[in-house]
């Protein structure tokens, strides 16, 4: 769980977050769930494999604000040889959801076709409150 404070640059004309960016919140619970487990994306990206979003489904169920406090929270619900489904929650400081969402990532090659996932990455991700 990371914890995204909301500044002016967040939101759009309307004043509520910009929809898009919870995206990015979403990317970065990603990154801190996996190196909380050891697996470092740069690590991957060294030797030319990745993991690359193929699914986003988003909900949008309340408006956050400039000022705001959230709290986005990701965790695996499936995993297989080439796929994560990530499930996430962003809820606001009165703990009011904002956002649920999904999100599957598959790790490719440097060919950009699905790859095995090294057994150490799977193992380290399902390790620890997956």
Same mark, same amino acid.
Request: proline fraction near 3%; charge should be neutral.
């Given at each position: 769980?990371?914890?995204?404070? *909301? ?8 004043? =509520? ?45 309340? =408006? ?11 965790? $695996?619900?499936? $995993? ?27 790790? *490719?090659?440097?060919?950009?076709? =699905?790859?095995?996932? =090294? &057994?150490?990455?799977? $193992?380290?991700?399902?390790?620890? &409150?997956?």
């Amino acid at each position: 769980m990371i914890k995204e404070k *909301i500044y002016y640059h967040h939101t759009d004309s309307e004043g =509520p977050v910009y929809y898009a960016n919870y995206l990015k919140f979403m990317e970065e619970a990603r990154t801190e769930f996996m190196a909380e487990r050891g697996v470092f994306l740069k690590e991957q990206m060294a030797r030319s494999e990745f993991f690359v979003v193929s699914r986003q489904v988003v909900d949008y169920k309340a =408006p956050a604000f400039y000022g705001d406090v959230l709290e986005v929270e990701s965790e $695996i619900s499936e $995993i297989s040889a080439v796929r994560i489904k990530f499930e996430h929650i962003i809820k606001n400081q009165k703990g009011e959801i904002c956002v649920s969402a999904a999100t599957t990532l598959v790790y *490719i090659g440097s060919n950009f076709k =699905p790859k095995v996932m =090294p &057994d150490e990455i799977r $193992i380290r991700l399902k390790g620890k &409150d997956a």
